[in-house]
T-cell receptor, first 113, second 113 residues
Framework: DGGITQSPKYLFRKEGQNVTLSCEQNLNHDAMYWYRQDPGQGLRLIYYSQIVNDFQKGDIAEGYSVSREKKESFPLTVTSAQKNPTAFYLC????????????FGSGTRLTVV | DAKTTQPTSMDCAEGRAANLPCNHSTISGNEYVYWYRQIHSQGPQYIIHGLKNNETNEMASLIITEDRKSSTLILPHATLRDTAVYYCIVSFLGGTSYGKLTFGQGTILTVHP
């Protein structure tokens, strides 16, 4: 079945360490997105990419970095510069937002201790 | 992107129709209305979207008023599994059809027996 895979589901890291969250899709979608969700809050856009080797900052890009070397993959690195990294991270993709919605992964819950 | 206003929470009896309202009074002519839902600790699930006309699919119906300033998502026969946070989003697709979606806090729908 086609879909988006985020791994791992739960991730624990020590403060000051960089950590990379994986997002892989086999839907042949061009556009991919990273969102952050805090308890009781809506989703906030971190970064998005509409094509390979190109990406744009979202609303809360500070302290995060991404790459888009392959169409299928859009990894997110949470750097030590991110002041409050503990959150639920969601990856999404779409081919034609006008015709389809986003497809979301199941999320990665990052806890920094 | 136009801002949306949704009630914080709603209740519905199992088997009855759930009608979730959304106000988007500043929507512009080329903005779509999208609905998603999120069950606790999972990725959001696309439900339905529309531009002007009413839409129906296997999950729900979307009724958009003639002036497009508000819409209603209808779950015709709510079940306990429909308990979730429901997000109403409007989005301008711009020069590409990929766009990006801004998620507010949504409506917590509780379906009770």
């Amino acid at each position: 079945d086609g879909g988006i895979t985020q791994s791992p589901k739960y991730l624990f890291r020590k403060e000051g360490q960089n950590v990379t969250l994986s997002c892989e899709q086999n839907l042949n979608h061009d556009a991919m997105y990273w969102y952050r969700q805090d308890p009781g809050q809506g989703l906030r856009l971190i970064y998005y990419s509409q094509i390979v080797n190109d990406f744009q900052k979202g609303d809360i890009a500070e302290g995060y970095s991404v790459s888009r070397e392959k169409k299928e993959s859009f990894p997110l690195t949470v750097t030590s510069a991110q002041k409050n990294p503990t959150a639920f991270y969601l990856c999404a993709s779409t081919q034609e937002l006008r015709d389809y919605g986003y497809t979301f992964g199941s999320g990665t819950r990052l806890t920094v201790v | 992107d136009a801002k949306t206003t949704q009630p914080t929470s709603m209740d519905c009896a199992e088997g009855r129709a759930a009608n979730l309202p959304c106000n988007h009074s500043t929507i512009s002519g080329n903005e779509y209305v999208y609905w998603y839902r999120q069950i606790h600790s999972q990725g959001p699930q696309y439900i339905i979207h529309g531009l002007k006309n009413n839409e129906t699919n296997e999950m729900a119906s979307l009724i958009i008023t003639e002036d497009r300033k508000s819409s209603t998502l209808i779950l015709p026969h709510a079940t306990l599994r429909d308990t979730a946070v429901y997000y109403c989003i409007v989005s301008f697709l711009g020069g590409t059809s990929y766009g990006k979606l801004t998620f507010g806090q949504g409506t917590i729908l509780t379906v009770h027996p």
